[in-house]
């Protein structure tokens, strides 16, 4: 596929999860590097994942798709999307999902141009990162150079507003404990033990500042690593996509499991502590760029990775999380200069 001429309109869609879709950003400088900075750029969402583009000037107009797998004829929001592309076709429509429930919608947008799953063959391997997979899809449509040089950028609101708003430091660092996996009943794999976190806390030296982050409804999981010392700001629940980005940018660090703040982590180029267990830090963990700083913290097991495997499902004691020490994660800050 020759790479198009005159690109002014764009719909994008990925409705997985936030950290599906923060590999997807590094498409939006791509099309802007390529098609000129005027180019109109919309995306098709899920209401949640929506919120990381609230404060996003790159991005035009973003479609919320909550129920992806009811039939158009079901689906007010599915209709929207369709009449509006109708009523102003685009000239490209980048399809980044495969699933069969998205097939329908994406055959009834209208558009000059549509590739992605469903209308082209993106050339990528099962041992590929996800944001390269991701790149793969639009590979066709830009040059050569531009593609090497993509990688997830995000904005969100601006730091000194939401310094103002929670009376934040200047430096900090940021925990990232929970996952998106701790409401489900069964073990959560990824996560790093209560007790881990909380001698963490107690090694870090009390003259930084740090913020303790998470999403509304994750709170019960961090009563285990409380009482929290003065030099803890607990911000769980209480800060917006945005403003946690916000957080996130500003920070000397962040410590997490592999879950959506890794990512949003690598896409702002704050420096990020991953621990990773049973995923492939390689394939889905936080994304390696040219300009950001990545440390993935592993006990390095020979069962790992087991992700979605029996060997996972036979395991009751994650012993590839836990045997990460609380001293493991200290060494790795104060190597990268961080304490």
Same mark, same amino acid.
């Given at each position: 596929?020759?790479?198009?001429?005159?690109?002014?309109?764009?719909?994008?869609?990925?409705?997985?999860?936030?950290?599906?879709?923060?590999?997807?950003?590094?498409?939006?400088?791509?099309?802007?590097?390529?098609?000129?900075?005027?180019?109109?750029?919309?995306?098709?969402?899920?209401?949640?994942?929506?919120?990381?583009?609230?404060?996003?000037?790159?991005?035009?107009?973003?479609?919320?798709?909550?129920?992806?797998?009811?039939?158009?004829?079901?689906?007010?929001?599915?209709?929207?999307?369709?009449?509006?592309?109708?009523?102003? $076709?685009?000239?490209?429509?980048? *399809?980044? @999902?495969?699933?069969?429930?998205?097939?329908?919608?994406?055959?009834?947008?209208?558009?000059?141009?549509?590739?992605?799953?469903?209308?082209?063959? $993106?050339?990528?391997?099962?041992?590929?990162?996800?944001?390269?997979?991701?790149?793969?899809?639009?590979?066709?449509?830009?040059?050569?150079?531009?593609?090497? *040089?993509?990688?997830?950028?995000?904005?969100?609101?601006?730091?000194?507003?939401?310094?103002?708003?929670?009376?934040?430091?200047?430096?900090?660092?940021?925990?990232?404990?929970?996952?998106?996996?701790?409401?489900?009943?069964?073990?959560?794999?990824?996560?790093?033990?209560?007790?881990?976190?909380?001698?963490?806390?107690?090694?870090?030296?009390?003259?930084?500042?740090?913020?303790?982050?998470?999403?509304?409804?994750?709170?019960?999981?961090?009563?285990?690593?409380?009482?929290? $010392?003065? %030099?803890?700001?607990?911000?769980?629940?209480?800060?917006?996509?945005?403003?946690?980005?916000?957080?996130?940018?500003?920070?000397?660090?962040?410590?997490?499991?592999?879950?959506?703040?890794? %990512?949003?982590?690598?896409?702002?180029?704050?420096?990020?502590?991953?621990?990773?267990? $049973?995923?492939?830090?390689?394939?889905?963990?936080?994304?390696?760029?040219?300009?950001?700083?990545? %440390?993935?913290?592993?006990?390095?097991?020979?069962?790992?990775?087991?992700?979605?495997?029996?060997?996972?499902?036979?395991?009751?004691?994650?012993?590839?999380?836990?045997?990460?020490?609380? @001293?493991?994660?200290?060494?790795?800050?104060?190597?990268?200069?961080?304490?």
């Amino acid at each position: 596929m020759p790479i198009l001429s005159d690109v002014k309109r764009v719909l994008i869609l990925r409705c997985g999860a936030l950290g599906d879709l923060v590999y997807t950003t590094s498409v939006i400088d791509a099309l802007r590097t390529q098609y000129k900075e005027e180019i109109i750029i919309d995306f098709i969402c899920t209401p949640g994942t929506a919120k990381l583009f609230e404060f996003d000037p790159r991005v035009h107009h973003v479609f919320h798709l909550k129920h992806k797998k009811l039939p158009i004829w079901l689906s007010p929001q599915k209709r929207v999307i369709i009449r509006s592309s109708k009523q102003n $076709p685009y000239d490209l429509f980048i *399809n980044f @999902e495969m699933g069969k429930q998205f097939l329908s919608l994406s055959k009834a947008i209208q558009a000059k141009q549509k590739i992605g799953w469903f209308f082209s063959k $993106p050339d990528f391997s099962n041992s590929m990162h996800m944001v390269d997979i991701s790149k793969s899809f639009y590979a066709p449509i830009v040059k050569s150079d531009i593609l090497t *040089n993509a990688s997830p950028r995000i904005i969100g609101k601006s730091f000194t507003e939401v310094q103002n708003k929670l009376n934040l430091p200047e430096k900090f660092i940021v925990l990232s404990p929970s996952n998106s996996h701790n409401k489900k009943r069964r073990l959560n794999y990824r996560a790093w033990p209560q007790g881990h976190w909380k001698s963490l806390i107690t090694l870090l030296p009390p003259e930084l500042p740090i913020i303790m982050v998470g999403g509304k409804g994750e709170e019960p999981f961090f009563e285990a690593i409380k009482p929290y $010392p003065p %030099h803890v700001i607990d911000l769980v629940g209480k800060t917006s996509i945005s403003e946690m980005i916000a957080l996130i940018g500003q920070a000397k660090a962040l410590v997490v499991t592999d879950t959506g703040t890794a %990512h949003i982590a690598s896409a702002l180029n704050t420096p990020v502590f991953c621990l990773i267990g $049973p995923t492939p830090a390689n394939l889905t963990g936080p994304y390696q760029s040219q300009t950001n700083e990545v %440390h993935i913290i592993s006990a390095h097991l020979p069962c790992s990775p087991c992700y979605k495997t029996d060997v996972m499902k036979q395991c009751t004691d994650n012993i590839c999380m836990t045997q990460i020490t609380p @001293e493991m994660v200290l060494t790795s800050l104060k190597s990268a200069s961080m304490l």
